[in-house]
């Protein structure tokens, strides 16, 4: 029996998981994307002589797929992951809070001694933290009333004020839901507590690439495709994908040319699935994934990148309260610099910059590290410039839930990839291999491989 054809479109880490497990269990993989690199939404560029992230991309020890992934990919060495949680929180004059883990109380409780002393907030908020913790760890995030509320509506009935809510649950809402707690899901936001916060104490740990994305990622992934015997087709656009009427299989059109398959993973941004399956044969079938994009909406991250001639912190990374610096780490090395210090600002829920000019939005971050790190007063900026992904991640708000579509399409064979499907997680890194896991089983099965994958005991099949 000849082996089956798993055809993948698109080549960012659920294309890439999703490949990577189809070629495992031996199915004949064709991986193709749009772009001249692999990586999909983490990628890097050369800028004077440096190498500069498109964002700041960072995952937690409870990200058990994504770690999995660089293990495939041979490149679990090239990330840096904290012994335990730590976070200095940073506000205007350096006045500087830390939020640590306790090496020996389990969760909750490992955060108490830091949500105590927590200085960003009066004492009467601190003592207001603990309760809300506990009721947030009963929180059904199945439920579907669940994902109808806001979390910051959720918040506030567990007496958290609007400060508490901004000077604190929004460090976490908001780089990994995307969304402040004012408009984040409930559901999505409880979900990363519960994961990541209040159930398994070393799962907060946090982890960054100490090498450039498009190292770690793209070329890594690329190295790792050729291995596994994965077609590879880069520059290479796809036009269609067809099933014939009453036949089995799918056309796939390539730049042009046609391939033939058994089972095709879609793994694109939401915003792009509309234009790309349009199997007449199928319209009725996909009429609702036609409108993912539109349910789903977009929410943008805005990323800026400071170069200073000298140090000016000692600091591997920084959250800020009361300043338009949201998250702050230092790249120096990763991106090659040998003189001087290079900082990476990243600004998630970034609405209010979208409509701002570069020049506009580098004078208030620059000035705003200044008023955190008093050594970058006496320091001048050698290089800044400005990075927008204007359409990061879906919008997660209420009811954003019932618009994500599970892997396993009504078109038997048809499978979806992405962090915007229904993998329970936010749209992060770890949601995006999970879902390349989920669709590559999904896909096995379609074209009748015998073989599944090896996947993490903690992952489940979404269909």
């Known amino acids: 029996m000849s082996r089956r054809r798993v055809c993948v479109v698109g080549g960012g880490l659920a294309g890439m998981a999703a490949a990577l497990a189809c070629a495992d269990a031996g199915a004949a993989v064709t991986l193709v994307e749009r772009r001249r690199r692999l990586g999909g939404a983490t990628w890097s560029f050369r800028h004077n002589g440096l190498w500069f992230d498109n964002g700041q991309h960072v995952f937690l020890r409870c990200c058990t797929a994504y770690r999995a992934f660089l293990e495939r990919l041979g490149v679990a060495d090239r990330v840096r992951l904290q012994s335990r949680l730590d976070v200095p929180v940073v506000a205007p004059g350096g006045r500087t809070a830390r939020l640590r883990r306790s090496h020996l109380l389990p969760a909750p409780a490992h955060l108490g001694r830091s949500l105590l002393t927590y200085r960003h907030l009066r004492i009467r908020d601190r003592l207001r933290l603990g309760p ?38 929004d460090l976490i809402c908001r780089p990994t839901v995307n969304l402040p707690a004012t408009e984040a899901s409930l559901a999505l936001a409880a979900m990363v507590f519960q994961t990541g916060l209040l159930t398994d104490a070393a799962a907060a740990d946090i982890g960054w690439a100490s090498v450039p994305l498009g190292e770690l990622h793209g070329d890594a992934g690329l190295r790792a495709l050729e291995r596994a015997g994965v077609e590879v087709l880069t520059g290479a656009p796809v036009t269609a994908v067809d099933r014939p009427p009453g036949g089995a299989g799918f056309t796939v059109t390539v730049a042009g040319a046609q391939r033939a398959a058994d089972a095709v993973v879609v793994a694109v941004p939401h915003t792009a699935v509309a234009g790309l399956v349009t199997a007449p044969a199928d319209r009725a079938e996909l009429a609702d994934l036609a409108l993912v994009g539109e349910r789903l909406g977009v929410s943008p991250i805005v990323n800026v990148h400071v170069v200073y001639d000298r140090p000016v912190t000692d600091l591997e990374f920084a959250a800020g309260v009361g300043t338009d610096v949201q998250f702050v780490f230092d790249r120096t090395a990763g991106a090659g610099l040998e003189r001087g210090q290079y900082l990476a600002v990243s600004l998630s829920a970034a609405d209010p910059y979208m409509g701002r000019s570069s020049d506009e939005v580098k004078a208030s971050v620059i000035a705003s590290l200044a008023d955190l790190f008093p050594g970058a007063r006496a320091a001048r900026v050698v290089d800044a410039l400005v990075s927008r992904e204007p359409a990061a991640t879906f919008r997660g708000v209420p009811g954003s839930r019932a618009a994500r579509p599970p892997s396993a399409t009504a078109v038997p064979g048809l499978v979806l990839a ?29 074209a009748g491989h015998t073989r599944q994958p090896a996947r993490p005991a903690d992952e489940e099949v979404a269909v």
């Open 418 to 446: 992405g962090a915007w499907t229904a993998t329970g997680w936010p749209a992060t890194m770890e949601g995006a291999v999970r879902s390349g896991n989920a669709a590559a089983c999904h896909a096995l099965l379609a």
């Open 132 to 169: 809300a913790a506990f009721a947030l760890r009963r929180v059904d995030v199945t439920a579907a009333t669940t994902d109808q509320r806001t979390f910051g509506d959720w918040l506030t009935r567990h007496g958290q004020s609007a400060a508490a809510q901004v000077a604190l649950w």
